[in-house]
């Protein structure tokens, strides 16, 4: 379902419960994708999201660079022989203790695939044997990818809410409203959403106005 119709069925319902505040579209977008990111967050941590293959989008082309891992800002990092991170910061990403919204991360001929992993077990690894290899792993550290190896590109399928974001990542952003991307939310709990979004709307008190109701749709 498109974000346009989300809002679009959320503005509809409560025109029939007589509300008379004007609503801006954002506002509604912004109420509902709320309420959807703590149903995909739970999904996430009950490791169920990645059954729902269409919340996915594949980026083609991630770009890293290389960084000294002494002056990285990453203490664990600083044994590292060679330390790479992502030239992008993925705004919106989710990342909880059990996965993030990465399904997959992978080099773009398909022939090696990275596993993420967490510092702590970095830590762990990397003091149990001195000839550790940790090249098949990954860690996200405030929205930005690195691999403790010299990489150049990656691909991946991640799930992020604003596919315009997503798509401008790999410079595919196409030309055309925020509002007619994909309302990204699991199918199982898209109803529920709709339907706490309209009572919470309802029941709030102060409604804020589309302060840039003249603007075109994709200046967030």
Known sequence: MLRSEVVSRVSNQLRT???DEYLGRRFILKTAESIALKFITQAISRRSISRDSSLYTEVGCITFEPVDSFTCGVVD?????ELSKST???????NTRYGSSIKELYSIDRENTFTQSTLYQYRNDSQRSSD???????YIIDGYIYVPANIKTLSALILMQDQYDLAALSGSAPCKSAFDFDF???????ED???????QISVTKSIPSDEKANL???DK
Request: include cysteine; proline fraction near 3%; hydrophobic fraction near 35%.
């Open 193 to 199: 959403v709709i339907s706490y979004t309209i009572q």
């Open 77 to 81: 990092f600083k044994n590292c022989k």
């Open 132 to 138: 550790y290899s940790d090249i098949d792993y990954y």
């Open 184 to 190: 990204i939310c699991p199918d199982s709990v898209l």
């Open 216 to 218: 075109n749709e994709n």
């Open 17 to 19: 419960l007589k509300k």
């Open 88 to 94: 992008v910061k993925f705004e919106g990403l989710i």
